[in-house]
């Protein structure tokens, strides 16, 4: 079945350097991405969105970059800190299934010093 | 402004009971949603609520049952418990629907051990 799914499921990363995530997803209907920050113990936190008729959104220290010819999603974390330790999900919400965000199975980010 | 609450934090049953967790949305908002996080994986969408309406649902038997009430709070309630539904609940509200593009914002979720 059609599933949002993410290439690396471990990233290493060492503090101040850029950090990306990489998120594969398979159905060209999606209209809406969102990625998600889930730190031990924590529900998921909202970090950045971006609709399908945009390919790159930025917010503080993080960019979303959408290419939709290849259906590709990606997160760029600038000057990682110790803090950004977590899993990151991305996320779809199908243009045929409103309310319900189909999840990618995560990629745990590990910030060493 | 205060987030998306839910209790209780932890809750242990045992295999064939029922289990009732509490979700209140954050302030003003009308839609409320619920997602299973068993351990190891991603979320898989549950139920969503919207104006004490169920308005979609996931690919789960229908032990799995909710409901939203007028002050917007949900309760998810799971039936005939089995051991895999030992899993991390997450409740997640968004403002008044307005189409695809609504934020979903999570509570921190109620950790489900069935024995």
């Known amino acids: 079945g059609e599933s949002v799914g993410l290439h690396l499921p471990t990233l290493s990363v060492q503090e101040g350097d850029n950090s990306i995530i990489n998120c594969a997803y398979s159905?060209?209907?999606?209209?809406?991405f969102i990625w998600y920050k889930q730190e031990s113990g924590k529900g998921p936190q909202f970090i950045i969105d971006i609709r399908s008729n945009m390919d790159k959104r930025q917010g503080q220290r993080v960019t979303v970059l959408l290419n939709k010819t290849v259906k590709h999603l990606s997160l760029q974390i600038a000057a990682t800190q110790p803090g950004d330790s977590a899993v990151y999900f991305c996320?779809?919400?199908?243009?045929?299934?409103?309310?319900?965000?189909?999840f990618g199975a995560g990629t745990q980010v590990v910030v060493t010093p | 402004e205060a987030g998306v609450t839910q209790s209780p934090t932890h809750l242990i049953k045992t295999r064939g009971q029922q289990a009732t967790l509490r979700c209140s949305p954050i302030?003003?908002?009308?839609?409320v949603y619920w997602y299973q996080q068993a351990l190891g994986l991603g979320l898989q969408f549950l139920l969503w609520y919207d104006e004490g309406e169920e308005r979609n649902r996931g690919n789960f038997p229908p032990r799995f049952s909710g409901r939203q009430f007028p002050n917007y709070s949900s309760e998810l309630n799971v039936n005939a418990l089995e051991l895999e539904d030992s899993a991390l609940y997450l409740c997640?509200?968004?403002?008044?629907?307005?189409?695809?593009?609504?934020?979903?914002?999570f509570g921190p979720g109620t950790r489900l051990t069935v024995l």
């Open positions: 996320a779809e919400n199908l243009g045929d299934s409103w309310g319900k965000l189909q």
């Open positions: 997640a509200s968004s403002p008044v629907y307005s189409g695809v593009y609504n934020e979903q914002f």
């Open positions: 159905n060209s209907a999606s209209d809406y």
């Open positions: 302030s003003g908002h009308t839609s």
